[in-house]
């Protein structure tokens, strides 16, 4: 072999040195797209925390613990030296009224509890012995006198801005709106309780005396049209108990008299014949104090040991009612000696002899904060018409300012995926129902037939969904030929592109009439489909063979279309003959009345359809790939070993090309869980909790959409709807989580194959 040139080495450590630095480069080129890649993995996981986070930080201060914090408040004035028998705050929380034995209305302002003003309700010497305000934030108290005989004036605040907005002050004022006068309605005095109720129309004041003696006085109103002063027609009446009775209330419609007795009993007297009475066993205690809820249906009944209890009215299956008690509240030690309401929320606070006080929420069932007052049993007590401040007057004349932290009292387990006993329902249940034209609504809040109505909607679109997807996939993967699957495929694809509000828009407007009106023929496709397609198909394995030549080996679904065309319309002129056969010529009207089955417009069929059509694509899709992507190796051992096509899909494809499929199902169930636009506008988006195929629901994704809007910043409500989205969050992360574990094990299952 002759020897090496000069000229060829140098080609050759030419060619080398280009070739290592190939090598070089392609290595530093790994190494970037090595380390781009991963730093996009840890940037999608840092994405994915973030939003987590900023979900959680939102979302805490549902379940963060009311707080207090208390000031002592310095004394410039000697407003203290008579009994008060009744106090309150203004909103701001600048102004206090005090109404003292003496029938004197004093107005302190909290800077320096000094008197800013000073009126007298009474021209008469007659002492004050009780004096209790409205809940309906009218400003309006009642007091009852020594000689049996009450009042009404209203307390109102202005604010001042003529020293400019930083030296704004508060101006109270005090009116008479049906007459300065008192009249009397315990004849011989002695009254021991008052409760009242106001209205538009009516005007209702009940007292109770020492003798058990109750006189109730129903005012009918008469508003002069030119005037527009306000005249009342008293009519008196009066109870003959038989019992002690030791505390009283109102509902605020006039409809019911409460009357509580030391034997632990509460009666429920009709106010308008005064004749049919219940009475209800609300404690083993002595009832000590009563008081209505905001909004004047539920009752609260204090007893001596501490326990309060919420009853209200409840309608029987012969539309009458009952007092049903419904929860009860504990944090008190001794006997409770005030109860008062919030004036905007379903909470309230109560005070026990021993000075102890505790705050409570009704609707989450649950004793917020318990507290024990520094100097005992107060004299007075006063809450803030916004619950977030509290103005005590201890027995030793002094006084203190309680700042109170309890944005989010309606918040609890129970309250979001428990069932709830709301006022004016029969029982408990699970309710959304976040807002209405009162003020006095009481929020439901849970989560429950959210989390329901997603699982239902994702149900029945994966039922539509996974037999036509999977099956599709197999198909044209394994049985279609080459040229028909470069149409298929890419067509079915370019449906995922379809925006899903247009879907969401064909499905409520046109989809929903339309199986409104044609039920019984889109359900004979269920029957008539599936068995026309079988007898289609037992006739083509059974024709000649010059008639199956004519057909393309792979193309033999093409001959499906017109059969599938001919099968719908036969299903739809269908409609008439079978609801007259068999439904008596309308089957809407015959679920109802023979199955009990609703029939709602917008429906589950409805979404599970137009979401099943927007997730098939996806799982298609991934699916068809995953069976493609088998080795043919395989295939062709499988046959050349003896199986049949339908074996070898069944036994070889499908577990090898299972972990793909898997994810493809669980990006589909993905999808479906989290769809906004179609079940927004294809269903009624109720919040009910029925399995039911032809009624709506209402889920996590579609609530969001159209709650968030509405609710006000940093408000339960819109706190709680970062909650359904931490719910969907997590639930998504479990899921997928899940399903990457199964995929691994089954790849790991299949990969020797």
Partial sequence: MAPMNSAA??????????????????????????????????????????????????????????????????????????????????????????????????????????????????????????ATGDQANKGLVAVAYDDGQVSLFKHDYETDFSRGVEKKSIVPTVSFPYGRESYELMPGGGISDLAFSDSESALVIAAVAKDGRVRIDWSTKQENFLSGEVTLDRTIKSLDTGFEVSAIGISDDHRWLYLGDPLGRVHFIRLSDMEEIQTVQASDSAISEMSMLLGGISLLAGDDSGVITQLFPVRNEDNSFRLEVIRRFEGLHASVVDIIPEQRRKGFLAVDREGNMAIYHSTAGQTILEHELDHGRPSALALAPRASGLLVLNPDGGADFIDIDNEHPETSFSSLWSKVWYENYSGPEYIWQ????????????????????????????????????????????????????????????????????????????????????????????????????????????????????????????????????????????LVGPLQNLFFEGDLRTWLSREAGISYDQRNAMVVGCAMGFAVIPTIFSIAEDAIYGVPKTLSDGSLALG????????RVILPTASPGMFSAVMIGLGRAVGETMIVLMATGNTPIMDWNLFEGMRTLAANI??????????????????????VLFLFTFVVNTGAELIRQRLREKYSSL
């Fill in 9 to 130: 080495k140098h080609g050759a450590r030419a060619i080398a040195a280009r070739s290592d630095n190939f090598h070089r480069w392609r290595s530093r080129k790994d190494i970037i797209a090595k380390r781009i890649i991963g730093l996009g993995g840890l940037l999608v996981i840092a994405a994915v925390l973030l939003i987590l986070f900023y979900l959680l930080f939102v979302v805490s201060p549902l379940f963060q613990p009311a707080s207090l914090n208390q000031t002592s408040l310095d004394s410039k004035g000697d407003w203290d030296k008579n009994v008060t028998v009744f106090l309150s705050i203004e909103e701001q929380q600048k102004v206090a009224l005090k109404v003292d034995r003496s029938g004197r209305a004093e107005f302190l302002g909290l800077d320096g509890l000094e008197v800013i003003e000073s009126i007298n309700l009474v021209e008469d010497d007659h002492a004050v012995v009780l």
């Fill in 434 to 573: 976040s807002s209405a034209s009162s003020n006095e609504f009481e929020p439901k809040f849970s989560l429950t037939p959210l989390v329901f109505g997603t699982l239902k909607a994702a149900l029945y679109a994966m039922l539509f969904a996974l037999p036509l997807a999977l099956m599709g996939a197999a198909f044209t993967a394994y049985f279609m030929s080459a040229s028909l699957r470069r149409m298929v495929k890419p067509t079915i694809e370019i449906m995922a592109a379809l925006p899903t509000v247009i879907l969401g828009f064909l499905a409520g407007l046109w989809f929903a009439p339309y199986l409104e009106e044609n039920l019984a023929g889109i359900l004979s496709l269920l029957l008539v489909l599936p068995a026309g397609l079988l007898l289609f198909a037992w006739f083509w394995t059974r024709a000649p063979w010059r008639i199956k030549s004519f057909v393309r080996e792979g193309w033999a679904p093409v001959l499906l279309l017109p059969v599938l065309v001919f099968l719908g319309w036969v299903s739809l002129e």
């Fill in 643 to 650: 199986a049949t096509p339908w074996q070898t899909l069944v």
């Fill in 705 to 726: 959409a159209v709650e968030m809007p509405e609710s006000a910043l940093n408000s339960s409500h819109y706190r709680i709807l970062f909650l359904a989205a931490l």
